[in-house]
């Protein structure tokens, strides 16, 4: 099992920067990839972005809304990954979630939030305009 704690949210004005982090403990050695989701009030819990590695290479994974804005990345010893956010817009506004799997699951599933069985708790992050 692998336990997640995500921190580093917080209210912002459009246009700023936060960086968060998901640290993670446990069976961390066995972790195939991370992601990270969010879920605005009344709406799904949609994907922003994931990270795995094979082979010695990293390989990043972003949705639409948030490419060349966002980037995922992550320390391997420190077992945290992080989420850099830049040019943030009141529409990234939500609860933003870390997720991880230690299945080797399929590139397309990547954005697919039942493909991962362990999440944080989740932190609010606030752009206003």
């Known amino acids: 099992q692998v336990q997640l704690v995500e921190s580093g949210g917080g209210l912002v004005q459009a246009g700023g920067s936060l960086r968060l982090s998901c640290a993670a403990s446990?069976?961390?050695?066995?972790?195939?990839?991370m992601g990270w989701f969010r879920q605005a009030p009344g709406k799904e819990r949609e994907f922003v972005a994931a990270?795995?590695?094979?082979?010695?290479?990293?390989?990043?994974y972003y949705a639409d809304s948030v490419k060349g804005r966002f980037t995922i990345s992550r320390d391997n010893a420190k077992n945290t990954d992080y989420l850099q956010m830049n040019s943030l817009k009141p529409e990234d506004t939500a609860v933003y979630y870390c997720?991880?799997?230690?299945?080797?699951?399929?590139?397309?599933?990547?954005?697919?939030?039942?493909?991962?069985?362990?999440w944080g708790q989740g932190t609010q992050v606030t752009v206003s305009s």
């Open positions: 446990g069976r961390t050695f066995s972790i195939f990839a």
């Open positions: 990270i795995r590695s094979n082979g010695g290479s990293t390989y990043t």
């Open positions: 997720a991880a799997t230690n299945d080797r699951i399929a590139v397309a599933t990547m954005t697919f939030p039942p493909s991962y069985d362990s």
